[in-house]
């Protein structure tokens, strides 16, 4: 059994650099000839100075690129050089023409692919009448995609945001706001040890990895982390009543596709029941059909008061959605959340495309079908490579489970056009699009296999 709160990391946090007292210059990085220049003369010579600076630090700084003086993207992400320029279904074109099987779909936000007929049509129709409005009016399009969310979960409120983090965000609001509006106020957190919940504050600190929070810190002091799996930790927890929300996810994407044990699950909304707490499942990824199953949670048998949804949705327009029971979201009154950009126009008739797709046209069922393909195929592999573990996931959320680095299998398999990522530091994560036929699954799977095979 595994306990740990995010209190306890606070020590490891690395010290901020001290600010300048008021009225003291602030350091602009070295001039030309390596020394500094104090600031004296007229405040234009120093405008001129502190301009001449700024733009030595620019182009000498060593986080940015050799060649790229003209590049002022955010060296955040370490980036491919492939530069695609079109897709088409399952599969996108580099600006050299090269084709590769998109195996990926953006991190499991291109459901239905590249350049979808209908998806289209529809946004091309939207951006000719009305892109945004803001939440100050009614919303029909609003209306329509939550009443769809409520058909397929069950569960009465929607609140629209722009991406997964934000959802989660917004749901962390919802318990903290339901607790504090019954009269009995709970900040806590309960999560899951390889969870990941996104990079926004609230979000951050409730997900495990210290290789997001530790440059961070201190974030916010409220989460303590548990094993998956661990139903004693988990009654020991939450019988405190410290806390007013399990955070979750059913099958842990970022960590590289690591489905929690469904009895643990169950145990976790038993023991919510009993204490009083919020069950929040995050299914950014897992939800909106990737397993199978509209939520990840279904196929468990579990019932949240609080579900987070992003990455498909709009099929690749930006939207997220907290879901939510009626309990929770009557308190949530005007002016306790908002988001300028949240569900508008554009964003909400994709989603409507979306799910037109998964339940008019039984795109749904399609993905169990081509889920069960794939995890065919790639069990075949797992028998072939020794140095194949096995193969985990859920319909069209799988991975292959390694016994090393899956980091060279990863580019090997970019060298053979296709398109996947390594995570969780021994799993490859795939993330195929909603459409992908049973020829592309083949041909995926004949790529994985040279893949592997080249890099054993």
């Known amino acids: 059994m595994t306990t ?38 007229s405040p234009h010579e120093g405008s001129a100075r502190t301009a001449e600076a700024a733009r030595a630090t620019h182009a000498g700084g060593a986080a940015h690129a050799a060649g790229s003086a003209h590049d002022h993207v955010l060296p955040s992400y370490a980036r491919s050089p492939i530069d695609f320029v079109r897709g088409e279904g399952a599969w996108m074109i580099a600006s050299d023409g090269a084709r590769y099987l998109d195996f990926l779909s953006g991190i499991g936000v291109n459901a239905l692919g590249h350049a979808h007929p209908r998806l289209v049509a529809a946004l091309s129709e939207q951006l000719g009448t009305l892109v945004h409005t803001s939440n100050l009016y009614r919303s029909r399009s609003q209306e329509r995609v939550s009443a769809r969310l409520f058909e397929a979960t069950g569960l009465e409120y929607c609140f629209f945001s722009n991406s997964g983090t934000e959802a989660n965000e917004a749901g962390l609001k919802m318990a903290r706001r339901f607790h504090k509006e019954a009269g009995a106020p709970r900040a806590g957190v309960l999560a899951l040890e390889d969870g990941f919940h996104g990079r926004t504050f609230g979000a951050l600190s409730a997900t495990w990895n210290e290789k997001y929070r530790k440059p961070f810190e201190p974030l916010v002091p409220t989460t303590t982390w548990i094993a998956p ?17 399990f955070l979750c996810e059913v099958i842990q994407g970022e960590a590289g596709v690591r489905p929690v044990d469904f009895g643990f699950l169950r145990r976790a909304r038993e023991l919510c029941d009993a204490t009083g707490t919020l069950l929040f499942v995050d299914e950014v990824q897992s939800g ?15 019932q ?39 569900g508008n126009a554009l964003a ?10 998964l339940f008019d046209h ?34 069209l959320m799988r991975a292959l489970v390694l016994d090393r680095d899956a980091g060279p299998f990863a580019d090997a398999m970019l060298r053979e056009h296709l398109l996947a990522i390594a995570s969780g530091g021994n799993r490859l994560r795939f993330l195929p699009p909603f459409i992908v036929s049973d020829d592309e699954i083949d041909e995926a799977i004949a790529r994985i296999d040279r893949a592997l095979t080249l890099d054993a």
Request: hydrophobic share 35%; net charge neutral; charged share 25%.
């Open 4 to 41: 740990r709160k995010a209190t306890e990391r606070a020590d490891g946090a690395q010290s901020p650099q001290a600010e300048p007292q008021s009225g003291a210059p602030r350091a602009t990085g070295s001039t030309r000839e390596g020394g500094s220049k104090q600031a004296t003369g």
């Open 229 to 245: 799996g661990d139903s004693d930790a988990l009654e020991r927890e939450l019988t405190t009543r410290d806390y007013g929300v």
């Open 288 to 302: 909106c059909g990737r397993t199978g199953r509209f939520l990840a949670s279904q196929i468990a048998g579990v």
């Open 304 to 342: 949240p008061d609080i579900v987070s949804l992003a990455k498909p949705l709009g099929a690749g327009v930006p939207i997220g959605a907290t879901l939510c029971t009626a309990a929770i979201g009557s308190r949530m009154t005007p002016g306790t959340h908002g988001s300028t950009f949240g």
């Open 348 to 357: 909400c008739r994709a989603a409507e495309v979306f799910l037109a797709e």
């Open 362 to 395: 039984e795109l749904l069922d399609r993905v169990t079908i081509a889920g069960e393909r794939f995890a065919l195929g790639l069990d075949k592999l797992a028998k072939k490579h020794d140095h194949v573990t096995c193969q985990q996931g859920h319909g």
